[in-house]
T-cell receptor, first 113, second 110 residues
Framework: EAGVAQSPRYKIIEKRQSVAFWCNPI?????LYWYQQILGQGPKLLIQ????????DSQLPKDRFSAERLKGVDSTLKIQPAKLEDSAVYLC???????????FGSGTRLTVV | QKEVEQNSGPLSVPEGAIASLNCTYS??????FFWYRQYSGKSPELIMS????GDKEDGRFTAQLNKASQYVSLLIRDSQPSDSATYLC??????????FGKGTKLTVNP
């Protein structure tokens, strides 16, 4: 089966600019996650979707980050305006539900200068 | 705030030795436990899952779980240079989301 697709792989922007990341989960996976991984740290959950509804966005900085999952399939994560501390890898993951762990995409490495 | 703590690294072992990676978690209601391997510049890859107390073996990897002590470990036997990576412990609760530790960087020296 095809894995979790993410784009772009790399992005460099200036602070205060906006950026968007795209994720297409494994076909049939109802749950989609966006994680932020800062260099040297473990992934931190930003938002969890179940189909097209938000399950958990408690750690999403809502003043600058937004995410949507229209039609319960692919998802977009946006940052506007970006700050230097947003430099990180943004990982998308999906799961079919249950206690089976999940599969990550290749990630988008964001550098804010 | 649910937390996952991993033993501070980096950890360096010679080729052929046993590497031992440890993890503790704060949420006593956690149900499922995972170990992910992350090579430099790559995304995390699931290598082991464990759900009940005791040991679970898969090839050279053994995961151990002790829910009473809120402790999870990963043993890698006959360590190979290709095992050099960061190992992430992840804990899953009722919402199915995973909470990750900071990771332990393992280096296997030839």
């Amino acid at each position: 089966e095809a894995g979790v697709a993410q784009s772009p792989r790399y992005k460099i922007i200036e602070k205060r600019q906006s950026v968007a990341f795209w994720c297409n989960p494994i076909s049939g996976h109802a749950t989609l996650y966006w994680y932020q991984q800062i260099l040297g740290q473990g992934p931190k959950l930003l938002i969890q979707f179940q189909n097209n509804g938000v399950v958990d966005d408690s750690q999403l900085p809502k003043d600058r980050f937004s995410a949507e999952r229209l039609k319960g399939v692919d998802s977009t994560l946006k940052i506007q305006p970006a700050k230097l501390e947003d430099s990180a890898v943004y990982l998308c993951a999906s799961s079919s539900g249950g206690a089976y762990g999940y599969t990550f995409g290749s990630g988008t490495r964001l550098t804010v200068v | 705030q649910k937390e996952v703590e991993q033993n501070s690294g980096p950890l360096s072992v010679p080729e052929g030795a046993i590497a031992s990676l440890n993890c503790t978690y704060s949420d006593r209601g956690s149900q499922s436990f995972f170990w992910y391997r992350q090579y430099s510049g790559k995304s995390p890859e699931l290598i082991m899952s464990i759900y009940s107390n005791g040991d679970k073996e898969d090839g050279r990897f053994t995961a151990q779980l002790n829910k009473a002590s809120q402790y999870v470990s990963l043993l890698i036997r006959d360590s190979q240079p290709s095992d050099s990576a960061t190992y992430l412990c992840a804990v899953q609760g009722g919402s199915e989301k995973l909470v990750f530790g900071k990771g332990t960087k393992l280096t296997v020296n030839p």
